[in-house]
């Protein structure tokens, strides 16, 4: 009813929760709504991101039609090097990184991408605490924004 307060019978109630759901600044569906948009719109630059690093990778929605349940939003289709760690995706966060929400995302998405996929890159667009990056040995690498050094196949190929 907190979706459709038109459903409460009480016309005064179903007025006095619509106009909570439009003023909550920070559970209500308009919010929910805002971090969706701002959560696609940094997919979007990471994507843009990596078409500019000409690294090839399949997006989350193509790793979905083919019947995946648990995916990043990228998965690199040739795996590179950041800061000396191996990357085999790349999930994008347009949020601060705190513990609680971070442990929450180790435990309901990171770990299962590791085990699927192999080590990857976090991206915690508005910072994270930097205590929380403390899984790189087992393969969850954790950033602020982009990496600047990549270290690709070709690259590593053509410095020989």
Same mark, same amino acid.
Not at 8 to 23: E, F
């Given at each position: 009813? #907190?979706?459709?307060?038109? *459903?409460?019978?009480?016309? +005064?109630?179903? !007025?006095?929760?619509? *106009?909570?759901? +439009?003023? &909550?600044?920070?559970?209500?569906?308009?919010?929910?709504?805002?971090?969706?948009?701002? $959560?696609?719109?940094?997919?979007? /630059?990471?994507?843009?991101?990596?078409?500019?690093?000409? #690294?090839?990778?399949?997006?989350?929605?193509?790793?979905?039609?083919?019947?995946? &349940?648990?995916?990043?939003?990228?998965?690199?289709?040739?795996?590179?090097? +950041?800061?000396? =760690?191996?990357?085999?995706?790349?999930?994008?966060?347009?949020?601060? $990184?705190?513990?609680?929400?971070? *442990?929450?995302?180790?435990?309901?998405?990171?770990?299962?991408?590791? !085990?699927?996929?192999?080590?990857? /890159?976090?991206?915690?667009?508005?910072?994270?605490?930097?205590? /929380? &990056?403390?899984?790189?040995?087992?393969?969850?690498?954790?950033? &602020?924004?982009?990496?600047?050094?990549? +270290?690709? #196949?070709? =690259?590593?190929?053509?410095?020989?």
């Amino acid at each position: 009813m #907190l979706r459709d307060p038109s *459903q409460i019978p009480d016309g +005064v109630l179903a !007025n006095q929760v619509y *106009q909570c759901t +439009v003023n &909550d600044c920070c559970y209500g569906p308009l919010v929910d709504c805002i971090k969706h948009a701002i $959560g696609h719109e940094h997919e979007v /630059l990471l994507r843009e991101m990596l078409l500019e690093k000409n #690294l090839s990778f399949i997006a989350e929605d193509q790793l979905r039609a083919k019947g995946y &349940d648990k995916t990043p939003d990228f998965i690199l289709e040739v795996p590179v090097a +950041v800061e000396g =760690h191996i990357i085999h995706w790349i999930e994008s966060k347009a949020s601060f $990184g705190d513990e609680s929400s971070h *442990q929450a995302y180790l435990q309901d998405q990171f770990w299962s991408y590791w !085990n699927r996929f192999g080590p990857g /890159l976090v991206i915690y667009w508005y910072g994270f605490i930097e205590e /929380l &990056d403390c899984h790189r040995e087992r393969g969850i690498l954790l950033k &602020d924004c982009f990496p600047t050094d990549i +270290v690709t #196949l070709r =690259h590593s190929m053509a410095q020989r």
